[in-house]
Nanobody, 127 residues
Framework: QVQLVESGGGLVQAGGSLTLSCVASGRTFSIYAMGWFRQAPGKEREFVGGISRNSDVTYYADSVKGRFTISRDNAKNTVYLQMNSLKPEDTAVYYC????????????????????WGQGTQVTVSS
């Protein structure tokens, strides 16, 4: 079992920045590929970004590419999502997720690939 706890959400003006953190406890963090997803009111949960076990590979949704950066620190059991140039359409609950990954360079975009999820943190971007 893995427990994931997100933090760092809040209210920010358009154009501002936030950094989300997700701390994992339980099994060895480095065996998991990690991802960030978000869900806005009335919308489906969508993929935001993913990172491989060894940090060598990252992948982003087109909507956040160039503005968001995902990173991880395996020594701290933590994955981060740096969000810059925030837009009102980025408003959502953001979730981190962990996927058991046999290959160290695997990154997953599908929610169904992820085994564990955090409880989410709210990000609100005002215009």
């Amino acid at each position: 079992q893995v427990q994931l706890v997100e933090s760092g959400g809040g209210l920010v003006q358009a154009g501002g920045s936030l950094t989300l953190s997700c701390v994992a406890s339980g099994r060895t963090f480095s065996i998991y590929a990690m991802g960030w997803f978000r869900q806005a009111p009335g919308k489906e949960r969508e993929f935001v970004g993913g990172i491989s076990r060894n940090s060598d590979v990252t992948y982003y949704a087109d909507s956040v590419k160039g503005r968001f950066t995902i990173s991880r620190d395996n020594a701290k059991n933590t994955v981060y999502l740096q969000m810059n140039s925030l837009k009102p359409e980025d408003t959502a609950v953001y979730y981190c997720a962990a996927a058991l990954a046999g290959r160290v360079v695997a990154v997953y975009t599908e929610a169904s690939k992820y085994n564990y999820w955090g409880q989410g943190t709210q990000v609100t971007v005002s215009s």
